[in-house]
T-cell receptor, first 117, second 114 residues
């Protein structure tokens, strides 16, 4: 079974600085998707960025980028020029690319990010 | 707006009471899911429905039942609520295709059992 680990329960960053959130996962599959979700105090789950395992190029979305290391099974999220609105819980997630009737997403425990003005 | 609609947003129950959380999606997704979120534990899967007419247990199904009423709707029922079921509940849907962007989530239900 696949597992997702986030070793940093809490992180903080100064406004306008850069922060990196860590994620590691365990799988025996070769093809899969990885995601970072953001959950602000409003509770809504928001997809931040996704990465397909067969793509070597790291995904980027504006100020958000990932460092995907497939061999190390590592998927870290870098937030550049941090803003107050980035304060949230961040979840790393995994989904197999093998489409079956048991298709579902597996989540890590989350990292709570605070942004200091 | 297309998405997942989840009701109610807040609920307080007394121990032993029953209730049903409703979820509907209008994106024609095949799969639907119910998760609970507790501090420090991330999101844990309660039940899921891979397609209309099918349901399966997730990690933490005890104390819950589900119904996939049709392709759009997937409800979660607590027959006899317990304080341990105090949590935030999320419904999500997913489409089976190679361009999938992950789950689409509802806005969550904060349930307190006293």
């Amino acid at each position: 079974a696949q597992t997702v680990t986030q070793s940093q329960p809490e992180m903080s960053v100064q406004e306008a600085e850069t922060v990196t959130l860590s994620c590691t996962y365990d799988t025996s599959e070769s093809d899969y998707y990885l995601f970072w979700y953001k959950q602000p105090p409003s509770r809504q789950m928001i997809l931040v960025i996704r990465q397909e395992a067969y793509k070597q190029q790291n995904a980027t979305e504006n100020r958000f980028s990932v460092n995907f290391q497939k061999a190390a099974k590592s998927f870290s999220l870098k937030i550049s020029d941090s803003q107050l609105g980035d304060a949230a819980m961040y979840f790393c997630a995994y989904r197999s690319a093998i489409i079956t009737s048991y298709d579902k997403v597996i989540f890590g425990p989350g990292t709570s990010l605070s942004v200091i003005p | 707006n297309a998405g997942v609609t989840q009701t109610p947003k807040f609920q307080v129950l007394k121990t032993g009471q029953s209730m049903t959380l409703q979820c509907a999606q209008d994106m024609n997704h095949n799969s639907m899911y119910w998760y609970r979120q507790d501090p420090g534990m991330g999101l844990r899967l309660i039940y899921y429905s891979a397609s209309e007419g099918t349901t399966d247990k997730g990690e933490v199904p005890n104390g819950y039942n589900v119904s996939r009423l049709n392709k759009r709707e997937f409800s979660l029922r607590l027959e006899s609520a317990a304080p341990s079921q105090t949590s935030v509940y999320f419904c999500a849907s997913l489409q089976w295709d190679w361009t999938e962007n992950g789950y689409t989530f509802g806005s969550g239900t904060r349930l307190t059992v006293v």
